[in-house]
């Protein structure tokens, strides 16, 4: 059997064992930043070459596709490299440690709905597994090839070649969009009619719209339009037993949606080509604040009062003492609020006179004339400056810095969760407790554990926390993986044991299954199930993702689960 010579993809050459674009480097700040990182966490410093290729002894595949489609199929290593696993930590300590046990045996590039349905048909008269591949950002265990023995081989079913806006309603504003298109493309296309679908995950430039959809994924906006589940308004998911199409309505009431099965199906049920999202006319008009405050819950009381106000701000991130440290906005003796508004209609002074009023009813501190100069001007860029800009750009760029650190022993992880306000002082202070001590049980070492709120709603919020450890005295990476794994199942347990959500918005995938399992209620899951039994007869579509499968290879970075 003869692999393609070269990649069958048509994107820019990504990182297969990191993040992001294949020929990006760190900037001299960046790289000073990674440094001193790495000492303070009582690691060593060294340039150690990353993974190539030629590092990997890759098993032949085990199946061949049909001639009918072989031309869309790819076994080369590199393709079959960036389809192995997504972009968690432990996805890349694996690919510094060189194990990719189980890839997928071929990559398929499917031009067009129709070689979709023949390929999920090939497969399950095959018994192949078919894992459905947006831009491979997951961080939940969600695209591996970790299938068990139940089939023949498995395949990754990349969408990337579905990339285009088909369609734009100006007058409900509104388009149809093909599910393999990146969000650069997206914005792109939309751009010339003075639109946009303004769904920025920090995974915007390597993530897709079928990717969003199947994984409930959140965004740019902090209150309101949380997730792209407030975005869709119709789709269309290819299954093995046909498609679904869901009918394009502002609202219905009639009966359980059946969009809302398709929104964090996570390729469990079919493969998403197309769905038809709600628009917005482009901003003009902003304003920002960058706001500290000296006690942290006194600014998280801040932000109960700003959600329940009705003002829904764009973003309304509280970064706690240690995250400003992380993100380069402050020294970790404050909690920073970044707080921002936007609109194409209108400008924003009372909106945010009205939310500076309950900054300062809770003691917050900001700069009168940088508020001002926000709003100055219809179109101004003053909110990427300062400390709202710099946030901003640590945020698109923190997922590059984590790549060295892993090649040298340090554990750089998240996790978030969601949590009613009530409960969310305790819940913010006792999960910290049970991971923090967990780490130095299980490392030794010190850590940084922070958090920031990334959304808010009237009746509750989403924490999201960042952690920080040199995983071995050493540096020895295999030994900080092992580490991750007790690490990664404590926090899985502390969030949902405190009352909360198992994710916010990073899906389930393999990793949080075991907190899902305890959120959902059993007879849901069995009612799941069933659905994907009738969608799904031959148990093909990304077995052990979500939900149980006859044996099961669930768990953190490849633990097998209980």
């Known amino acids: 059997m003869n692999a393609t010579v070269e990649s069958l993809s048509r994107r820019a050459a990504r990182r297969f064992w990191g993040w992001g674009a294949a020929d990006t480097v760190l900037d001299a700040r960046e790289q000073a930043t990674v440094q001193f990182m790495v000492e303070q966490l009582g690691g060593q410093f060294a340039a150690v070459a990353p993974p190539a290729v030629a590092d990997f002894d890759l098993p032949p595949p085990r199946i061949a596709p049909p001639a009918a489609l072989a031309t869309m199929f790819s076994a080369t290593p590199l393709d079959r490299l960036n389809h192995a696993y997504g972009k968690s930590y432990a996805d890349c300590a694996r690919m510094w440690l060189r194990q990719v046990p189980h890839p997928p045996d071929w990559v398929a590039f499917p031009d067009h709905e129709q070689a979709v349905v023949d390929i999920l048909d090939w497969a399950a008269r095959s018994k192949v597994a078919v894992i459905p591949f947006g831009g491979g950002s997951s961080v939940c265990g969600g695209v591996e090839a970790a299938i068990g023995n139940d089939f023949a081989g498995a395949i990754a079913l990349d969408m990337e070649r579905l990339g285009r806006v088909l369609e734009i309603d100006t007058v409900s504003r509104a388009a149809r969009i093909q599910a393999g298109a990146f969000g650069p493309d997206i914005e792109s296309q939309l751009r010339p009619h003075g639109l946009t679908l303004r769904h920025f995950p920090q995974s915007f430039e390597f993530s897709t719209l079928g990717g969003w959809i199947a994984t409930r994924a959140g965004g740019h906006y902090a209150s309101q339009y949380t997730h792209i589940d407030d975005l869709v308004e119709a789709t269309r998911m290819v299954t093995p037993a046909g498609v679904l199409q869901t009918r394009r309505l502002p609202a219905s009431g009639a009966g359980p949606a059946p969009d809302r099965l398709v929104l964090g199906s996570e390729g469990t049920l079919g493969v998403i080509t197309e769905a038809w999202m709600r628009l917005q006319d482009k901003p003009k008009f902003r304003a920002s604040a960058s706001i500290k405050f000296a006690d942290y819950f006194s600014a998280a009381r801040c932000l109960r009062a700003l959600a329940q106000s009705g003002?829904?701000?764009?973003?309304?991130?509280?970064?706690?003492?240690?995250?400003?440290?992380?993100?380069?906005?402050?020294?970790?003796?404050?909690?920073?609020?970044?707080?921002?508004?936007?609109?194409?209609?209108?400008?924003?002074?009372?909106?945010?006179?009205?939310?500076?009023?309950?900054?300062?009813?809770?003691?917050?501190?900001?700069?009168?004339?940088?508020?001002?100069?926000?709003?100055?001007?219809?179109?101004?860029?003053?909110?990427?400056?300062?400390?709202?800009?710099?946030?901003?750009?640590?945020?698109?760029?923190?997922?590059?810095?984590?790549?060295?650190?892993?090649?040298?022993?340090?554990?750089?992880?998240?996790?978030?969760?969601?949590?009613?306000?009530?409960?969310?002082?305790?819940?913010?202070?006792?999960?910290?407790?049970?991971?923090?001590?967990?780490?130095?049980?299980?490392?030794?070492?010190?850590?940084?554990?922070?958090?920031?709120?990334?959304?808010?709603?009237?009746?509750?919020?989403?924490?999201?926390?960042?952690?920080?450890?040199?995983?071995?005295?050493?540096?020895?990476?295999?030994?900080?993986?092992?580490?991750?794994?007790?690490?990664?199942?404590?926090?899985?347990?502390?969030?949902?044991?405190?009352?909360?959500?198992?994710?916010?918005?990073?899906?389930?995938?393999?990793?949080?299954?075991?907190?899902?399992?305890?959120?959902?209620?059993?007879?849901?899951?069995?009612?799941?199930?069933?659905?994907?039994?009738?969608?799904?007869?031959?148990?093909?579509?990304?077995?052990?993702?979500?939900?149980?499968?006859?044996?099961?290879?669930?768990?953190?970075?490849?633990?097998?689960?209980?």
């Open 311 to 562: 003002l829904n701000p764009s973003n309304c991130r509280l970064l706690d003492p240690m995250e400003t440290v992380f993100a380069g906005v402050g020294d970790g003796r404050h909690a920073v609020l970044v707080l921002g508004f936007e609109s194409a209609d209108h400008p924003l002074q009372p909106w945010m006179a009205r939310a500076l009023e309950l900054v300062r009813d809770h003691a917050g501190q900001y700069d009168t004339d940088a508020v001002a100069r926000s709003m100055a001007n219809e179109g101004s860029q003053e909110h990427r400056q300062g400390a709202a800009g710099a946030w901003r750009r640590a945020f698109i760029r923190m997922p590059y810095w984590r790549d060295p650190a892993v090649g040298l022993g340090i554990i750089m992880d998240t996790f978030e969760s969601a949590i009613t306000w009530d409960r969310f002082e305790s819940f913010y202070q006792n999960v910290k407790h049970e991971v923090q001590s967990v780490i130095e049980r299980v490392t030794g070492q010190g850590s940084l554990l922070s958090c920031r709120i990334t959304h808010l709603y009237p009746d509750g919020v989403a924490p999201y926390f960042t952690i920080a450890v040199l995983g071995s005295p050493n540096g020895d990476v295999a030994s900080a993986l092992a580490a991750w794994r007790e690490i990664k199942l404590a926090a899985n347990a502390a969030v949902v044991a405190q009352g909360g959500s198992i994710t916010h918005h990073h899906a389930v995938g393999r990793d949080h299954r075991s907190g899902y399992e305890i959120e959902v209620p059993d007879l849901f899951r069995q009612m799941l199930s069933a659905a994907k039994a009738v969608a799904d007869p031959a148990g093909i579509l990304n077995p052990g993702v979500l939900i149980a499968t006859r044996q099961r290879p669930a768990g953190p970075g490849g633990v097998l689960a209980n």
